[in-house]
């Protein structure tokens, strides 16, 4: 296994050649994260369609969701076109974050970049962490699920401080993080209440102004 120096790329990237990937690729929305049972790595997989003039992949990881550094690069082997899938294992078990997010950034022979979407997954180590987490941004709500939920069927309902329920949503197998836009509300307070059979958690937010 190959590694670039710092000064071909901001951090040291693992490089992986996949004998499998091909040229320029859509990210399907099957990219996906998760932790293993231990906490101490994330796997991340996805899968490419109708791939034309990709040059290399380069798999983005942040702990903010804004920021994000270069992990890993995989170059395809130039063979074939059809539909493909891909896996990294990532090892997190140092990082100082609740959340972490990754993206996959499609280079094509002529620098074009191409991102797929943000996945998120939580890493939760401490058994005593129960509580619902929310970590809002401009247009985006991120919402971590107690590790007692993941898996089972979780509604949401989001209120203003008028009490009037502005969002409602329940996904029936839920995962660790739940996202849900909210470009569309006004800046200022919310409260976010989920159920998860008789267990219920509520937290509020703040939508910030642009």
Avoid at 102 to 114: F, T, V, W
């Amino acid at each position: 296994m190959k590694k670039l120096l710092k000064n071909t790329l901001p951090a040291v990237i693992t490089i992986l050649v996949l004998s499998n990937l091909s040229v320029y690729s859509q990210v399907t929305s099957s990219f996906t994260a998760q932790v293993n049972n231990s906490k101490d790595k994330a796997f991340l997989n996805w899968s490419t369609s109708s791939d034309m003039n990709v040059n290399y992949f380069l798999l983005e990881r942040s702990i903010d969701g804004k920021n994000f550094d270069n992990e890993a690069m995989v170059f395809p082997d130039q063979n074939g076109n059809s539909n493909k899938s891909y896996s990294y294992d990532d090892d997190i078990n140092n990082m100082n974050s609740e959340l972490v997010y990754y993206r996959l950034n499609m280079i094509d022979a002529k620098g074009h970049s191409k991102y797929s979407e943000v996945v998120v997954v939580r890493i939760e180590r401490d058994v005593r962490q129960a509580e619902m987490l929310v970590y809002p941004s401009i247009n985006e709500v991120h919402i971590a699920i107690p590790e007692s939920w993941q898996g089972r069927k979780v509604s949401y309902s989001v209120y203003n401080v008028n009490g009037e329920v502005v969002r409602a949503f329940t996904n029936t197998e839920a995962g660790q993080t739940e996202s849900f836009d909210i470009a569309a509300l006004s800046a200022g307070i919310y409260i976010i209440k989920a159920n998860c059979g008789v267990n219920s958690s509520v937290i509020q937010f703040i939508k910030a102004k642009e």
